[in-house]
């Protein structure tokens, strides 16, 4: 069987592994994806570590029975509870987890101060915990909780008042006082807008989205499972409100703050269900 015509599967907690999906169209742009966001138990970050890797497995399983040739877990939080028990289950399918963009930050900015936002399931992470030890001594690394901002990610308020009366209290005493902020939740990139209007314009925003989609494509690689077709994104999604399918269409054709071609995007998911 050729399985380079197989999906590569993405995999989020809600619409934020948009933000990813967008990275591996504009790397592998010939490739067929398919995206599903879990928006129906949405957010992942404040349940159980348990719960979360159930909910990965069932997230993995779904999409398995689909064909795919790799599962790119564009969450955050799902990658630090589920990422190697998904890697245990599935041997013969290529996973490849989102870490935030923390070594990217120490590189980039060595002695410097750094915010890292994430959810609170993520920051308590033995994984996430790892990172930041191994990496301390390059930066000063200032933890930043944004409990909520998923939430309105999912509801389409990336860049409403509410949103910035949220991001307000937490990130305007920082103002010229950060040299950048690691976006640790992969719906944060929709509210970029938002936070550097609260940060400033100097202080750089970093997310992994784009080094996940360059391991993908090298593990795809490697493989020899790299597909040359016309390319294609399929998205599925387990809230039966039809808006999340819209909102998620929305958010693939974003620009703002992201850097990415729309026009491209767009005609990439045209006519796609």
């Keep these: 069987m050729n399985r380079k015509q197989d999906y590569i599967a993405v995999f989020d907690s809600g619409v934020g592994g948009i933000s990813v999906l967008r ?36 997230a993995a399983a779904l999409l398995c029975r689909q064909g795919i040739k790799a599962l790119v877990v564009a969450c955050n939080t799902a990658t630090a509870a589920a990422v190697e028990t998904l890697r ?9 987890g989102i870490e935030p963009a923390v070594k990217l930050a120490a590189d980039r900015f060595p002695g410097r101060a750094v915010g890292v936002m994430a959810t609170p399931l993520t920051m308590e992470s033995h994984r996430f915990r790892a990172l930041l030890e191994h990496h301390g001594d390059r930066c000063r690394f200032l933890p930043l909780p944004a409990p909520g901002l998923a939430d309105l990610v999912e509801e389409g308020k990336a860049s409403s008042p509410e949103c910035e009366a949220l991001l307000t209290p937490l990130l305007a005493p920082l103002r010229g006082k950060l040299d950048a902020v690691v976006l640790g939740c992969t719906h944060y990139p929709f509210a970029a807008d938002t936070i550097r209007a609260l940060l400033g314009s100097d202080t750089v925003l970093l997310d992994g989205g784009e080094g996940t989609a360059r391991e993908t494509k090298r593990r795809l690689e490697a493989a020899g499972l790299l597909y040359e077709g016309p390319g294609e994104v399929t998205i599925q999604n387990s809230s039966p409100d039809p808006r999340m399918l819209l909102l998620s269409r929305e958010l693939l054709a974003y620009s703002g703050g992201m850097g990415n071609s729309e026009s491209e995007i767009r005609n990439t998911i045209a006519g796609r269900g």
């Design 23 to 58: 990275r591996l169209v504009e790397l592998l742009p010939r490739e067929r994806f398919l995206y599903y966001g879990d928006s129906a138990n949405a957010p992942y970050g404040v349940r159980p570590p348990e719960q979360v890797r159930r909910l990965a497995l069932e």
């Design 88 to 96: 245990q289950t599935y041997p013969d399918t290529i996973v490849v």
